[in-house]
């Protein structure tokens, strides 16, 4: 009787549950239908959606402006990559809505400033022994070119994490696209809301078995020879392409200042060797003019015709915008132009790598109102690159490094705030159309916590989860790649991450296809 009883269980579970998806369907679809009904009333639809004429001039008119789209064969003088750290596809989706909301315009219909680009693709995120990357491997393959293992930078896969013999044997090393333009004579940089020393980054300059040895003393905690290991930091100051790099700017002073010492918001630095690396820089420079800065004052301050420019604008990463003193600490964008300015300086040309960090931070603490702001801040840093430069001549590409298990759920009414509620579950208690698989916010109760009462407004509130755990995962599939600028439709169709910057690469004639590059 018992077999019996599971067997017709599982029948209704394989059979039952399509009828009870029909009965939901018909429910949500007479939603719908009295939701279209009263949108005369309603500010959050235009009542001309109800037609059809409404959707089939949308559609005409897309059709209209791509058939304008002419392949750019030019050949790239100035490189500009974006990455938008944790930026997922849903992150976009949601980011554009909450966008829109703000600004009282159909937040569902909204663009971010690159979702305009002519050319779009996926990124396939894997690196060599994870499923899902993490931002280190991922940026070894989106500059460098050659997938890696999880948790190293700028090596091959032959070098395993923690390895310090395997990453100081040049034959492992990889090289990034800012190193093959410094090559060619190109002015070079990096921007970033993170630590310059963090694992986007890093993959710009530095080849390390860890990413978390950005200091000497990072080292040391894992009980390695800081001697025989050379920190991320100290790449950046004295290595090959790290030296070499025209701006940096970021958070991050205390992996550069000894323990010894404090910086201008009286926090100590970190390096255990005694060693100042801003002053190793400055000394460095020699004739050349140069200028390091520690806030937004300083960053405005800097003459476009100064060669070299070091900021670091906090102790550690720098602040969230929405929490960021907006007098003391420069925005992405402010950041972004000024590195624009100073690298537009001569003849030949530059590549510039600028980082979104925060996306990513926010998504981890499962603090989605902190990740969309974020990519809102980042899409506005974008449309500044593209305000002042020329797209004959600029290939701009944005990317991103890996997902996020946000998912953006339920059936919220048009016109609902993506950072509010999207219904009730069969408990009786509301959901947030928002949510994440894992992370800090999960309740382990055997009763679901109650999102509404928390208060979703603030920014440091927590979004539910799933399964319990520190911090919140990446996540495995397919990022966005948008680009616009010669040769930018290269960048279409699913691509492996490590084709990225083969194309950067080409298009800038810093490296070649079959010995030839663009132009010839």
Known sequence: MLRLLLIAGCVACIFGKPNDWVEDN???????????????????????????SFWNSQADKTIADRLKNTINTNVAKNVILFLGDGMSITTLAASRMHMGQRNNENGEQSQLSFEKFPYTGLSKTYCVDRQVADSACSA?????????????????????????????????????????????????????????????????????????????????????????CDDIAEQLVN???????????????????????????????SRLDGKNLINEWKQKRGSAKHQYVHDRAGLQGIAND?????????????????????????????MTVKAIRLLSQGDKGFFLFVEGGLIDFGHHANQARIALDETIEFQKAIQAAVDITNEQDTLIVVTSDHAHTMTLNGYPERGNDVLGFGGKGTDGIDYTTLSYANGPSASVKSERSDPSKADLSKPETRFPSLVPIKYETHGGEDVGIFARGPWAHLLTGVTEQNVIPHVLKYASCVGTVDGKCAGQ
Not at 29 to 51: G, L, W
Not at 159 to 186: E, F, I, P, W
Not at 307 to 313: K, M, P, S, V
Request: aromatic content about 8%; some cysteine; glycine content about 8%.
């Open 26 to 52: 018909d429910y949500d679809r007479d939603r719908a239908h009295a939701y279209i009904a009263r949108s005369s009333s309603s500010s959050n639809v235009n009542p001309d959606e109800a037609t059809a």
């Open 140 to 228: 070894t393959a989106y500059l460098c070119g050659v997938k890696a293992n999880e948790g190293t930078s700028g090596v091959t896969a032959k070098v395993l994490r923690k390895d310090c013999k395997a990453m100081m044997d040049k034959a492992n090393h990889v090289y990034s696209v800012a190193h093959y333009s410094q090559l060619k004579g190109k002015r070079t940089g990096l921007v970033t809301t993170t630590r310059v020393t963090h694992a986007s980054p890093s993959a710009v300059y530095a080849h390390t078995a860890y990413r978390e040895w950005e200091g000497d003393s990072d080292i040391a905690r894992d009980n390695e020879d800081t001697n025989a």
């Open 239 to 269: 290595g090959d392409t790290g030296k070499n790099l025209n701006v940096i700017f970021g958070g991050g002073r205390e992996k550069f200042t000894p323990n010894t010492e404090v910086d201008p918001t009286n926090n100590k630095g």
């Open 306 to 334: 100064t060669e070299y420019a070091l900021g670091l604008f906090s102790t550690g990463h720098m602040d969230y915008n929405l929490l960021r003193n907006k007098e003391v600490q420069p925005s992405l964008e402010e």
